[in-house]
T-cell receptor, first 116, second 113 residues
């Protein structure tokens, strides 16, 4: 139990479908992250939210749309994806801010996404 | 920005041997260095971390060393066991400015029984 829960664990979708990935953290953290992990590639940071405000968008295509309604929940809305978007999508959270330094990220177990 | 290099990409050892994974970083402002272990079908899990005011940290069979002058840090696993088989990631982060860590590309450790 990592304290960061991602659903669904596996998702198969066609290129024209719309689906959403969900992440929930029970650690009292204020920062949340989406990463993409592809085979034989380093972890790719996609989005960062701090206190519900987006602070990083790492040149991610608009077919990926994040949403952070509160500090405990993070969504990634998917539409018209491409086969190269097949990957493991990881959510992470951490505690950040003044007076708080060097706190690690805590990761969920990811959603394995396959685009047909 | 920060650049983290990790070696080797694959490491194969016999059970009971030691394993060493090395990382170098480029930004001298980096002062926090976590290590993550990712088992098959799971997300990365923090196993040990070190801050720049410390040169070495140990937790049972796992130790991490940091050389700030040379800008490199290493993970040492002694008496390896088959359950140590996983992908290990190093990361580096500076406390000021961006709090987002930069990850290495990962090392696939295989421990043969």
């Amino acid at each position: 139990e990592t304290g960061v829960t991602q659903t669904p664990r596996h998702l198969v979708m066609g290129m024209t479908n719309k689906k959403s990935l969900k992440c929930e953290q029970h650690l009292g953290h204020n920062a949340m992250y989406w990463y993409k992990q592809s085979a034989k590639k380093p972890l790719e940071l996609m989005f960062v939210y701090n206190f519900k405000e987006q602070t990083e968008n790492n040149s991610v295509p608009s077919r990926f749309s994040p949403e952070c309604p509160n500090s405990s929940h993070l969504f990634l809305h998917l539409h018209t994806l491409q086969p190269e978007d097949s990957a493991l999508y990881l959510c992470a959270s951490s505690l950040q801010g003044q007076g708080v330094s060097n706190q690690p990220q805590h990761f969920g177990d990811g959603t394995r996404l396959s685009i047909l | 920005g920060e650049n983290v290099e990790q070696h080797p990409s694959t490491l194969s050892v016999q059970e009971g041997d030691s394993a060493v994974i090395k990382c170098t970083y480029s930004d001298s402002a980096s002062n926090y260095f976590p290590w993550y272990k990712q088992e098959l079908g799971k997300g990365p899990q923090l196993i040990i971390d070190i801050r720049s005011n410390v040169g070495e940290k140990k937790d049972q069979r796992i130790a991490v060393t940091l050389n700030k002058t040379a800008k490199h840090f290493s993970l040492h696993i002694t008496e390896t066991q088959p359950e140590d088989s996983a992908v290990y990631f190093c990361a580096a982060r500076a406390s000021g400015g961006s709090y987002i860590p930069t990850f290495g590309r990962g090392t696939s450790l295989i421990v043969h029984p």
